[in-house]
């Protein structure tokens, strides 16, 4: 059906659904007027009923065509979109009604005898039915959208009371979700091109290396859903599984053996590694002091903090006795998780300038090794709550920063270039691993990762 058609026939049918009472009423007036027996006429306004209402019932669970096969979840989520401009619509309309004709049919001036019992039933069906297309809008894309993020759906319940707040609440929360769907419609195309093309099938296997603080768990990917893309496009992958806490040259020790089990796995000669924050230093150390560059074609480090943190230097003049048992405290906590040998204060420490420089002395870069990094920038304090004080220390100690780490700290072998988006936010150091799994206006990350990957694979690695 044509969408401009199908839009005429909902401007039609939604004030007539809520009306349902009034529209009942004036068919019983008609019908009685013929003097047709009671039983033909109550037959009769049950059929007209369950015709008037069975389009209502398809529109609440189907609400949204979707010409392009995406996910249930944008399929659902677009649905709730569209009802909820139902429900706009509705409030509008009946508005109209209440203020239009009631007053003629209250004083006696419509068709037919309409009682004032019959007025007030149908005024308290119309607002359930309006309020229940709103109702089935807001909860479809308060669970199923990604880009409201978990402050916006408290705006959207802590608004939804307030009059006029609450629309304006709602007509963001659908522009929202439009771009999410379009977002998300233009990536399913995209990979039906790409179906066959293995873009990131590389000559070596990928070994994704994370940062500190984490690990490779098995139902919380560290890396979100860029290994998942990456798969999909041909990518042979896998996991560095050092620990969360570990000194350099600890992780440096797993990563060594790691590469080894892969190799031996895939029978391959070398691997290339993808590295994000401080698991770019655990895998130059593996390269440079453990002897691993014969079986490293690359190391791409993301937001790596080579020239380490002024930030950090100032955390490090925190009282000695107080930096130690915070230490303690997530060493025994990463215990339990898992480490072997955590060390939250020496692999802090290692962040440091100082640090890092002694690191970088004894880390020199291995012929036969192809480097590059990669870096992200936030642009304003607010633009990740959670690193916005250290954002305004690192820049105004160091400049543009992600959060964490300087751009200039960042830059290592062949710089690649930063990473932001053409709204206000920015990306910050967790966005560039898919931390939130949410989209942003400009910057698509698994996209950014299938082109990193593509393009050592064009390279040869």
């Not at 603080?213 to 990917?221: K, T």
């Not at 002024?310 to 009282?319: G, Q, T």
């Not at 107080?322 to 020496?346: E, H, I, M, W």
């Not at 206006?441 to 393009?455: L, M, N, P």
Request: proline content about 4%; aromatic content about 12%.
């Amino acid at each position: 059906m044509n969408k401009w058609l199908r839009r005429a026939l909902l401007a039609v049918y939604l004030p007539a659904v809520q009306n349902l009472v009034l529209i009942l009423q004036q068919i019983k007036s008609w019908l009685l007027i013929r003097e047709l027996p009671m039983v033909v006429v109550w037959q009769f306004l049950l059929l007209a009923a369950i015709l008037l209402l069975l389009p209502g019932m398809y529109l609440h669970l189907a609400p949204a065509r979707d010409k392009v096969l995406t996910a249930l979840r944008l399929r659902v989520m677009l649905g709730g979109r569209s009802l909820i401009y139902c429900g706009l619509y509705g409030m509008a309309a009946q508005a109209a009604v209440f203020f239009g004709l009631y007053p003629r049919l209250w004083a006696g001036e419509g068709m037919g005898p309409v009682s004032i019992p019959g007025l007030i039933i149908n005024g308290v069906w119309a607002v359930a039915a309006v309020f229940l297309f709103l109702a089935n809008g807001v909860v479809r894309i308060f669970c199923t959208s990604r880009r409201l993020s978990i402050v916006r759906r408290l705006v959207m319940l802590l608004t939804m009371w307030i009059p006029l707040v609450n629309l304006g609440v709602l007509l963001y929360a659908c522009r929202l979700v439009y771009e999410e769907y379009d977002f998300e419609r233009d990536k399913t195309q995209l990979r039906e091109l790409r179906r066959d093309t293995e873009l990131c099938a590389t000559r070596y296997p990928l070994l994704l290396v994370h940062g500190i603080g984490f690990r490779d768990l098995r139902y919380f990917n560290y890396w979100g859903r860029i290994p998942r893309e990456l798969k999909r496009n041909g990518a042979v992958l896998y996991y560095g599984n050092q620990e969360a806490l570990g000194t350099v040259a600890c992780n440096g020790e797993d990563i060594r053996q790691r590469i080894f089990q892969i190799l031996e796995e895939t029978g391959s000669e070398k691997v290339n590694i993808i590295a994000h924050s401080k698991g770019g230093l655990d895998a130059r150390y593996a390269i440079s002091k453990l002897e691993m560059a014969p079986y490293v074609a690359s190391l791409t480090t993301i937001n790596t903090p080579h020239g380490g943190c002024r930030f950090v230097d100032e955390a490090c003049k925190l009282p000695e006795g107080l930096y130690r048992f915070v230490a303690a405290c997530f060493d025994r906590s990463f215990r339990k998780l898992g480490d072997k040998n955590p060390d939250f204060y020496t692999a802090t420490h290692q962040f440091s300038t100082g640090e890092t420089a002694r690191l970088n002395e004894e880390m020199p870069d291995k012929p036969g090794v192809y480097y590059q990094s990669y870096m992200s920038k936030m642009k304003h304090a607010w633009s990740h709550l959670l690193l916005s004080i250290p954002y305004c220390m690192i820049r105004h100690l160091e400049g543009e920063n992600d959060g964490l780490v300087s751009i200039s700290s960042a830059k290592w072998g062949e710089f690649q270039g930063v990473f932001t988006n053409s709204h206000t936010r920015g990306i910050s150091h967790g966005d560039m691993i898919d931390l939130k799994r949410e989209d942003y206006r400009g910057f698509d990350v698994t996209e950014t990762y299938v082109q990193i990957v593509s393009e050592l694979k064009r390279k040869g690695f």
